[in-house]
């Protein structure tokens, strides 16, 4: 679906379960396919950690319609948070959610 569909514009997974694996396939499908999804919600999916830091990376460095992505909740140490973070400031207008609701 994410693949054909060229008028979708945000996915929401939040809550879902969402592994390092859906991230990855994640991942293939938007930086080979999608260029109109600019938001991704994957927030409080606790099975995203530290093994999907080089998807999100690819996320951000090849599908230049996506300028937002929530990863609040997941499982991400503090130095994959950083990475993550310094990535995205190489684009403009991009932006990245990534502690806790409570901060």
């Given at each position: ?12 997974l ?6 390092d ?15 109109s ?9 606790k099975?995203i950690?530290d093994?999907s ?6 996320i ?5 319609s ?11 140490s503090?130095l ?6 310094n990535?995205?400031k ?14």
């Amino acid at each position: 679906m994410i693949l054909l569909n060229k008028t979708l514009n945000a996915i929401w997974l939040d809550n879902n379960f969402i592994s390092d694996k859906g991230i990855q396939l994640l991942s293939n499908s938007l930086i080979n396919s999608n260029s109109s999804i600019e938001y991704i919600g994957l927030s409080n999916n606790k099975l995203i950690n530290d093994l999907s830091f080089d998807y999100f990376i690819n996320i951000i460095k090849f599908n230049k319609s996506i300028n937002e992505i929530s990863l609040y909740d997941c499982n991400l140490s503090i130095l994959t948070k950083d990475k993550i973070k310094n990535a995205s400031k190489l684009r403009t207008n991009f932006i990245i959610y990534l502690n806790t609701w409570n901060e």
